[in-house]
Structure formats: C-alpha cells, structure tokens
C-alpha cells in the first residue's frame, strides 16, 4: 500500500452518513463479480437494496450490447455502459449515447486504425471478443502487459486525439474526456435529478473507476479490497475500503448501509 493513502474502513463510516445512502453506483467487473461470476449473495443484497428503495446503478466498462442484455435481466436502476458512453434506463426504453457521435461508421473506423497503429509496436495485443459490440469504444485485452507498457499506450492514444484506461479486464480507446464520473454526472442531472451528492455512494475496484473517487463530485466513494492494487496508478483514492474483495466488499457495504437504515428507523 501506498505509505502516503489513508484509508477508512467502511466499518468506520458514521451510521448517520451510510443511512442517507439512496443510491449506489458501482462499477462491475471485479466489484459487482467474485472470480468473474455473480454469486448468489450478491444477488440476495442487490434485492434487499432494492427492497429498501435503495437503488442500484452499473457503471461499467462492458459494451453496449453486453450491458442492455444486463439490464433487462437485473433488479437495477439502470446501467451505463462503455465507461461513461452510453446509458440503459431501467425497463425496455431505449438507450441514450451520452458521448455525441455525429457520423457511427467513421467512428469505428477510426478507432480501428487507431488499434492497427498500437498494434504496429505492440503486436501481442488482441481485440477483446466484446468489440463487435461497442458503440463509443474499442477494446483489446489487458492480460499479460505491464504497468510501463500501459504507460506507453495511454501516451500513444493521446498522440493520436484520443483517451485511454484499462481495467482488470480490458484496455479501452475511447473519446478524450469520456469516462464514468462524466456519464455519471450527466446521468444525474437528466434522469435522476432528486438525489443530492450525500446520498449517493460510488464504488469501484480499477483505475477506470477513478474518476468515481473524485471527492469534488463524490464525496462518499468506496474501494472494495482489491482496489489496493491500483493505489499507486491512481490519481483519486477511495474515501473508504472494504474488508473483503471483489463481490464480497459489494455484499459487505451493502449489509453497512442497510443496518444503519435499521439503527435510524
């Protein structure tokens, strides 16, 4: 861990400020999952969140065709996908693409030859199996580089006009200032304008999580455990961290909050 981070507990969080939690927003991918797979403990608290009028919103890296199938099949409030590009309503309404693309087809081609211009010094990349189904992005897998290489990348993608992040799944290229605290934000204000910045909790476990950690829009954000292996690539900390990783620190912020409901009742 970083000798200079300081970090709470969510056990260490006052009662008083998880009970205002009215809405969670978290990332997926190694925070909503253990090992890759839902549980059935995650399950179980995302309807007892839902039960307490608690809602729940994904935001997630995965594409837009991955998370619109998700979003039908979850007891959510609505997901966004491709880390800030695009955002699923709950229910059957259509999707709103939250990056402007004037022209889809010479969007994909570009990010094309971006990826072949990558791929000219880092041919062991791979494009990931989901790209076909992306609107705002293109993905390629993060297996097997290292923190230098992913270094490289992101100067490289800027070189070339656009934005990068990775997460433990994936590297993203993406348009320059799309990212999930952006969609976030835009969210918020057009579709669920009620919710002050004190009752919403965002969680995450990845460097594309970051921008979820900026205490100026999010002043409650948590890491699940395994975010500790980010720390050092991360420019914005978690306010607090779980005990447990992965799916498991989902479940157990989830169980904080809704004991502090009982506690206040």
């Not at 190694?30 to 839902?50: H, N, P």
């Not at 619109?68 to 099949?73: D, T």
């Not at 656009?162 to 799309?178: D, E, V």
């Not at 948590?222 to 420019?235: C, F, P, R, S, T």
Request: a negative charge; one cysteine or more.
């Amino acid at each position: 861990m970083s000798r200079h981070l300081s970090l709470l507990t969510v056990s260490e969080v006052s009662s008083t400020c998880l009970s205002n939690i009215r809405l969670i927003a978290t990332d997926m991918d190694g925070t909503l999952t253990r090992r890759g797979k839902f549980t059935s403990a995650l399950l179980q608290a995302l309807e007892d969140l839902a039960a307490a009028d608690i809602k729940v919103l994904i935001v997630t890296g995965r594409s837009a065709g991955w998370v619109n199938g998700l979003n039908s099949l979850m007891p959510v409030a609505g997901a966004m996908a491709e880390n800030g590009g695009l955002y699923f309503p709950s229910g059957n309404q259509k999707p709103v693409v939250l990056t402007p693309i004037p022209d889809l087809a010479k969007h994909r081609q570009h990010l094309a030859t971006t990826f072949e211009n990558l791929q000219t010094k880092f041919p062991q990349i791979q494009e990931s199996v989901d790209n076909r189904f992306r609107i705002t992005d293109w993905t390629f897998d993060v297996a097997g580089l290292r923190q230098d290489e992913l270094q490289t990348l992101d100067n490289l993608c800027e070189q070339m006009g656009w934005g990068f992040t990775y997460s433990n799944m994936q590297c993203h290229i993406k348009p320059q200032g799309q990212d999930k605290a952006v969609g976030l934000l835009q969210v918020l204000r057009e579709y669920l304008p009620d919710y002050s910045p004190e009752q919403i909790v965002t969680v995450g476990d990845s460097p594309n999580d970051e921008s979820l950690f900026d205490r100026r829009y999010f002043p409650v954000s948590v890491g699940v455990a395994n975010v500790l292996e980010y720390v050092n690539q991360l420019k914005y900390h978690p306010a607090y961290i779980t005990t447990a990783a992965e799916g498991e620190g989902f479940c157990e912020l989830s169980s904080y909050i809704l004991k502090s409901l009982h506690i206040s009742s």
